[in-house]
């Protein structure tokens, strides 16, 4: 069974920075397309970041120049690193795995009930003095 568990949010003051990460329950970062999304109260779940197995990141036009995918195959883990938040970043932030792909489709960040995912349970991040 995959297990994806997020960690690393919290209230942060605008132009702070947070590292948001995700521990896989199995070796699974270097054989999966991976991703960060994210979704406010009242709007729809949105893509952030992904990475494939050869580390190719692809992130959306909003966080571009000031959020960085990773991922740290001998920890199975993911990470997020914010800089330079905005309140409009608050949401609760996803972990995902695709489950059947190693390279990211383009519009998996941007159509992801398209395909087939595993999800976290989330963690929150508030943007706000």
């Known amino acids: 069974e995959v297990q994806l568990v997020e960690s ?5 003051q605008p132009g702070g920075s947070l590292r948001l990460s995700c521990a896989a329950s199995e070796i699974t970062n270097n054989r999966w397309c991976m991703g960060w999304f994210r979704q406010a ?10 990475i494939d197995t050869n580390g190719n990141a692809r992130y ?3 966080v571009k120049g000031r959020f960085t995918i990773s991922k740290d195959n001998a920890k199975n883990t993911l990470y997020l690193q914010m800089n330079s938040l905005k309140p409009e970043d608050t949401a609760m932030y996803f972990c995902a795995r695709l489950a059947s792909r190693t390279t990211c489709p383009f519009d998996w960040l941007f159509i992801p009930t398209k395909f087939t995912n595993y999800w976290g349970q989330g963690t ?5 003095s």
């Open 60 to 62: 959306v036009d909003s």
């Open 41 to 50: 109260p009242g709007k729809e779940r949105e893509g952030v970041a992904a």
């Open 8 to 12: 690393g949010g919290g209230l942060v």
């Open 124 to 128: 929150q991040v508030t943007v706000s």
